[in-house]
C-alpha cells in the first residue's frame, strides 16, 4: 500500500513539476526562423509579431532569416529544430509546394501548428482600356482566342501562376491555352501588363494597389470565399460561378512534437496580438489581408493546401515525377 502511495505522490509531483515548467514557458530567448529574405512582407510581418510577442511574453524572439531554395532551408530549419518551443518558424504556402518540386523532403507533416495570421487572395487584373469589362467576359475571350492570352504575375510555378492554373481549369479552360510570362515578382508584372506586353495579371489586390487607385488598371475579380473589404467593388470568381479560391498564406508553426503546452501559451499570447487594432492597422497599412485559424484549423487547412496545390501544380507540369 506505501509502494502504491509513493507512485501516486512521484506521478502528482511530476506533474506539478511539469505544469510549473510549462506555466514558466518562455524562460529564455525564442528564436524565430524566418525562410525570407530582410526587408520583404514576410520578414516584416515576422518582424512585428516577434516585436509584440517580446511585449507579451517578457523573453527576447531574436528574427533570423534563413533564406534560400524557394524557402526550403528555412522551412527545414525550422522543421529540423529541437522541438522544446524555443524555435518558432514563420510557415508559407511554399511549405505546400516545394516538396512536390523536388527541392526538399519538408513537408507540413514535419511541423505542430500555432496560429495561421494572414491570407492575401489572387486578384485577376487587366489594363484599364482593356476591352473586357467583366470577368466572365474575359473567360468568353479565353475560350474564343485560345493561346492568345498571356498572363503573368511571378516566378513559373510560384503562387500567382498556381492561382491562375487553378482557376482555368475550375472554370473548364485546359491551362496551355493561355502563355505564363514569368517574372520575379507582382511589381515587374504589373509593369509588363502596363506595357501592354501581357494581357492579364494575377497577384494580390493590395500589391497593385496604386495602380488600381490610380484607375491605370482594373481587378474584374478576386479569388478568395468573400469579397475583401479594402476592394468591395471587386467580386469574387465565385460569385461569377467559378467555384475556386487562391492566394498565399503565413503562420507560424513548431517542430513536430513540440509540447501542446507551449503550443497553447504562444497561440494565446499571439491571438492576443491579432485581435488588437494596432494588428489591424499594422495589417492595413502594409496591405496583408488578415486570416487567423487556431492549431488545429491551421493544420487541417495546412494539409489540404498540400494536396490542393500538388493537383494543381501537375496540371501544369510542375509536379517532379
Known amino acids: 500500500m506505501k509502494k502504491v502511495f509513493r507512485i501516486m505522490a512521484f506521478t502528482a509531483l511530476a506533474v ?10 518562455p524562460e529564455r530567448s525564442v528564436s524565430v526562423v524566418c525562410p525570407w529574405g530582410a526587408g520583404g512582407g514576410t520578414d516584416r510581418l515576422t518582424r512585428y509579431i516577434a516585436s509584440e510577442l517580446e511585449k507579451e511574453l517578457g523573453k527576447p524572439f531574436p528574427v533570423t532569416n534563413k533564406t534560400g531554395g524557394n524557402g526550403a532551408v528555412g522551412h527545414a530549419a525550422g522543421a529540423f529544430s529541437k522541438p522544446d518551443g524555443y524555435t518558432v518558424t514563420m510557415v508559407t504556402l511554399e511549405l505546400a509546394t516545394m516538396h512536390w518540386m523536388g527541392l526538399t523532403e519538408v513537408s507540413y507533416a514535419d511541423f505542430d501548428y500555432v496560429i495561421q495570421i494572414n491570407q492575401d487572395s489572387s486578384g485577376v487584373m487587366v489594363k484599364a482600356d482593356a476591352p473586357w469589362k467583366t470577368f466572365t467576359g474575359l473567360l468568353d475571350a ?70 488600381l487607385a490610380s484607375g491605370d488598371i482594373k481587378a474584374l475579380a478576386v479569388m478568395a470565399d468573400t469579397r475583401d473589404p479594402a476592394f468591395p467593388d471587386v467580386p ?14 503565413r503562420g507560424f508553426a513548431v517542430p513536430k512534437g513540440t509540447p501542446p503546452e507551449v503550443i497553447d501559451v ?37 494539409k489540404q493546401q498540400d494536396s490542393d496545390l500538388k493537383a494543381v501544380m501537375e496540371l501544369g507540369g510542375y509536379l517532379k515525377q
Open 142 to 211: 479565353i475560350k474564343a482566342e485560345p493561346e492568345k492570352f498571356k498572363f503573368s504575375g511571378t516566378a513559373a510555378g510560384g503562387v500567382w501562376d498556381l492561382a491562375r492554373i487553378g482557376m482555368l481549369d475550375k472554370a473548364g479552360i485546359p491551362v496551355n491555352d493561355v502563355s505564363w510570362v514569368p517574372t520575379t515578382g507582382a511589381a515587374p508584372s504589373i509593369i509588363e501588363l502596363l506595357g501592354g506586353h501581357v494581357e492579364v495579371i494575377t497577384c494580390s489586390l493590395p500589391e497593385a494597389g496604386p495602380q
Open 236 to 249: 469574387t470568381v465565385k460569385e461569377n460561378g467559378i467555384d475556386w479560391s487562391a492566394g498565399t498564406w
Open 266 to 302: 504562444l497561440y494565446k499570447a499571439i491571438k492576443k496580438i491579432t485581435d488588437s487594432d494596432e494588428y489591424k492597422d499594422f495589417m492595413s497599412k502594409n496591405g496583408f489581408g488578415v486570416m487567423v485559424r487556431g492549431p488545429e484549423e491551421f493544420a487541417g487547412f495546412a
Open 16 to 25: 506539478f513539476l511539469a505544469s510549473a515548467a510549462f506555466a514558466a514557458y
